[in-house]
């Protein structure tokens, strides 16, 4: 019996950034990351295969949906790309249709990709009914967005970049159970300083880094000791330790971008701006680090008893647009199946 499937995931903000692939085509990151998967902001996605008659089946035509629209082409040949693994391990060659519902804010520079990547591995799989591990389902989801990978999990996660040829240990995995990150009171506030989308993707940046940063190895090679440390910060519960291992992580990334050629720039004047508040709140005894993707907004890791005070901050600040203040969330899961009739 074929199913439609609901799965929902939150997004997820890498503390120790992924930045550079060991396979592009296998899409195998060349170091590991760690990061922190967000509730409330993420991707609800709904996917069913439906049976058709002999004659169309030999080329399916997926239907892809944004939002209640059609989507574009961009987006929609990812989605069917993405289709095209699931339907070759479940061994069917039906059409499926995908409506996606993204609840990040429309340019709020949270890597829509990651979660969206991470909630269509899990319904599509289950929709072609398959039955995979979070594991497996995190290999997966890595074929679609480096970052998903990460998403399949909740609370602090920890992705390995893997040795294995075929990327079938290039998986994230869980540094706490649930009760355990729930308990540990931290937040992220994201202040927004630009709209629109960002200039270069991640994918073509990391591909530009590596071939002409001088600091690639460097990068590359600053990784490991990081997450040595990140991972025991999470383990003591420990925000300054952690905070301070993401932005030299955030500031390492951006610096090795940033001499490529042609160059890599990423920030705005409100990024800059921002980076100081973090400075002087922390120069006031507040513990709050930042963090910066591959956009201008900046992230701000704080207690939660802290994260109105560094909002407001934020907020006030020359070049912020608007602040958002995320809690730590579960991983991807299925929130609704019903069986497809057939035609
Ligand atoms: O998953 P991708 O290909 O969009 O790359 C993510 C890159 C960063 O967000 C900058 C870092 C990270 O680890 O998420």
Known sequence: MMLSVTARAGTNIALVKYWGKRDA???????????????????????????????????????????GQPAGEAFASRVRKFLDLVRARAGIDLPAEV??????????GLASSAAGFAALALAATRAAGLELSLTELSALARRG???????????????????????????????LDEPAWRAWDIRLCVAITASGEKGISSTAAMERT??????????????PADLVAAEAAVEARDLTLLGQVAERSALRMHACAMAAEPHIVYWNSGTLAAMATVARLRSQGVAAYFTIDAGPH??????????????????????????????????????????????
């Open 25 to 67: 085509a296998l899409n195998l990151p060349a170091a590991g990351s760690l990061s922190l998967t967000l509730a409330d902001f993420g991707s609800e996605t709904t996917v069913s295969f439906t049976p058709q008659g002999e004659g169309q089946r030999r080329n399916p035509v997926d239907q892809v949906f944004l939002a």
């Open 99 to 108: 409506r996606t519902e993204n609840s990040v804010p429309t340019a709020a």
């Open 145 to 175: 967005s480096g970052s998903a990978a990460r998403s399949l999990f909740g609370g602090l996660v920890a992705m390995a970049p893997g040795v294995l040829a075929d990327g079938g240990d290039a998986v994230a995995h869980p540094l």
């Open 210 to 223: 590596a071939r002409t940063s001088p600091y690639y190895a460097a990068w590359l090679a600053s990784v």
């Open 298 to 343: 900046v992230k701000v890791l704080c207690h939660a008893a802290d994260a109105a005070a560094v909002a407001a901050a934020l907020t006030a600040t020359d070049g912020v647009m608007r602040v958002l203040v995320l809690a730590p969330g579960p991983g991807a899961h299925v929130i609704r199946q019903s069986p497809v009739s057939r035609p």
